[in-house]
């Protein structure tokens, strides 16, 4: 059994994760806003047991090698990481109504 990787968050991602949380509390109060945590929690779980569960479309798209993309369950919000061989490399977590090249682009 392969061990458990950690994640660890970028910045950028850190601060899309804390926007978030403040919109989902401004606009459905503190209750949505702990769902959307607990939600989060689970996905980065899940791509720390799974490395290579996250969709490459973006990968491809964005010609950025290895970069996946994880959906949250009942939020509209993805998580973009690299699986690297100590850890997992969270880039962004993003409302899936943004625009995710653009983003991406201005990035880098």
Do not use: C
Not at 39 to 45: C, D, S, Y
Not at 92 to 101: A, N, Q, S
């Amino acid at each position: 059994m392969v061990p458990k990787r950690h994640a660890q968050l970028r910045s950028s991602a850190a601060a899309d994760v804390d926007e978030a949380i403040a919109s989902l509390r401004d606009a459905a109060g503190d209750a949505i806003a702990l769902n959307f945590i607990a939600a989060l929690e689970h996905g980065i779980n899940q791509v720390t047991r799974s490395p290579h569960v996250g969709s490459l479309r973006f990968a491809f798209e964005l010609g950025i090698p290895e970069l996946r993309a994880w959906s949250l369950s009942r939020f509209p919000y993805v998580i973009f990481y690299l699986p690297l061989n100590d850890h997992i490399d969270i880039w962004r977590v993003l409302h899936t109504g943004r625009d995710i090249p653009g983003t991406f682009s201005r990035d880098h």
